[in-house]
């Protein structure tokens, strides 16, 4: 049987094929990344969620690391239209084939899971996210949330566990080689600590705190070169980025660089008019005023 063709036929071809691309991109380019950075260690249910800074006590006289970020609430993660690339449609398409695999019981076990670590019960809702894990097996948030349930109870080995699950299953989850890279500096390897890292600024380059976090971890192993380094590009990406400022402050002052460490502080005093330490940074300042 043989199919012809008319002027007509592949014009209306040409119209659907058109209508179901302009579908696509207006579904595409309007999905907005609910995600920032600079988070605190948290599970993700689908509900929106504020968003702010965690501090480390335990990490003195420096400014501390960023906590861990969450991931996107929702199972996309689409980049502005201006920068989205091919392989990120494939990333996006294969994300949406797994997630579609993913049962209601699982999903609600998960959401369960939320509720009771927001409670502060951890161990609850790890058996929650298991329970989850075992209805749906490529659940990568609930390997997410599990992780950063171990994380809370300070079970650094098994919160790294289940990020490696999520990286096999997304290869390009940022957040998670981040988690990976805060958990090994917590078991005190900072050296791979730095390897995650890097892997997470290499999908997310312009993420002032992950540049951030690598100079805090190049400091622990000594690399004060590569601490400066980082530091400094974390300020380029966020210029009143305070903690940075303060510590890049602190190296230069160990360093002898008595006038850029000056300006360091009075740059962190400049962005953080209303410090708890504002008062001992001016003492820093004075004192380096008579070196």
Known sequence: MNIVFNGNT??????????????IYIFVYTKKDSSKKELPLETIT?????????????????K???????????????????????????????????????????????????EYFKKGNFEKAIHLYQEAIGESQNFTLAYYNLGNAYFEMEHYKEAIISYEKVIMLNPNDEYSYYNLALSYSKLGDYKTATVYYQKAMGISPGDHTVHYNLGKTYENIKDEKRAIAAYRRAIELKEDYGAAHFNLAGLYKTKGFYKRAIDEYELYLQYNPDAEDAVDVKRIIVELFTK
């Open 46 to 62: 689908n509900e929106d969620i504020s968003l702010e800074n965690v501090s480390d006590e335990n990490i003195s006289p420096e």
């Open 10 to 23: 592949i014009l209306s071809i040409f119209f659907i094929v058109g209508i179901l691309l302009a579908l």
């Open 64 to 114: 501390s690391l960023v906590l861990v970020n969450k991931k996107p609430d929702d199972i996309f993660s689409y980049k502005q239209s201006s920068q989205i690339t091919e392989s990120d449609i494939q990333n996006i398409f294969k994300k949406v084939i797994t997630e579609l695999k993913i049962s209601d019981i699982a999903k609600r076990l998960n959401d369960s899971g939320v």
